[in-house]
């Protein structure tokens, strides 16, 4: 039976999430040892549409790329539903859905349309009272309280950070089981974060490279008071900086013959998918010779 985050929160060592966007990422994220993963809308957004996290991608298209995920891994995955995709309706649908693909946390936002990046400027929030709603929707929806629900303000960037502490009360009242007050811009605010929620509900850090938040170590967030830190473009980051450096390579070399140490070769990519495992109990089902 596959563990959840809500077993992991009993747990006093902090839990560091990667941010991951297909099965591959995410199986190399649990080969790694990661205890859990944050499926991130936005680099869903960057890898299969190749555009801005800007609410283009469609509540199925996260829903596809959850349940890959969740069929490959045994580890717990926390799922980024922007804003529920719509209403209070809107957000019980997308949460069953979710759920049923396999999500063991399933995080909602305060913003309206259109959505975007809670490190761009110019978002747009909802109602607090609304954003309540949403959030009795969602713990009404699930079938499991083993299932999370996060609930995500952005209003610091555009009511300032005692409004988002405010806000954040008003979510946990609603009977989120985690809190996750984004883009605070300094430690200082952090800290406040912390000093107002923890002694109630976990918190979660984003650290985004090249965001609006201070980039801090783990340890460092854990000090600060923090529960759980994701990391969810990086990966993508990562995987950019070096994909234009082998692609440049390619192009200029017209092989690969100067790379292979920068590569894992044909055996290894199947040795970590499992390729063996997988022929081996395919062999298992194939029908014997003369029951024909």
Do not use: W
């Not at 902090?14 to 994220?29: E, F, H, N, R, T």
């Not at 991608?57 to 804003?83: F, G, K, Q, W």
């Not at 957000?91 to 913003?111: C, H, K, P, W, Y």
């Not at 929030?125 to 009404?140: F, P, R």
């Amino acid at each position: 039976m596959k563990k959840t985050f809500k077993d992991k929160l009993n747990n006093p060592k902090m839990l560091i999430l990667p941010g991951v966007y297909d099965a591959l990422s995410a199986l190399l994220a649990q080969q790694t040892g990661f205890e859990g993963v944050y499926l991130s809308g936005a680099s869903i957004s960057y890898t299969r549409l190749g555009r801005s996290d800007v609410g283009l991608v469609s509540v199925s298209e996260v829903a596809n790329t959850l349940e890959m995920i969740c069929d490959r891994v045994d580890i717990p995955v926390m799922v980024d539903a922007d804003n529920g995709y719509g209403n209070a309706l809107n957000v019980q649908r997308t949460v069953r859905q979710f759920e049923r693909a396999g999500a063991s946390a399933i995080q909602l936002e305060d913003q309206s349309y259109p959505k975007r990046c809670g490190h761009l400027n110019g978002k747009i929030l909802i109602k607090t009272s609304e954003m309540v709603g949403k959030i009795n929707a969602a713990l009404d929806a699930r079938k499991s309280e083993e299932t999370l629900i996060v609930a995500r303000t952005d209003a610091i960037s555009v009511e300032g950070l005692s409004e988002a502490i405010e806000r954040a009360q008003r979510y946990c009242d609603a009977g989120a089981d985690i809190i996750f007050v984004e883009a605070p811009s300094s430690i200082d605010d952090m800290s406040l974060i912390v000093e107002s929620l923890a002694p109630r509900v976990p918190l979660l850090a984003n650290m985004v490279e090249g965001g609006q938040t201070p980039l801090l170590t783990a340890d460092k967030l854990k000090k600060i008071g923090y529960k759980l830190v994701i990391f969810p473009g990086g990966l993508v980051r990562a995987q950019t900086y070096l994909t234009q450096r082998y692609l440049a390579q390619l192009l200029r070399d017209g092989s690969t013959i100067n790379m292979l140490d920068k590569m894992v070769d044909f055996q290894k990519l199947n040795e970590i998918i499992g390729t063996e495992e997988l022929l081996t109990l395919g062999a298992r089902y194939d029908t014997l010779k003369g029951d024909e």
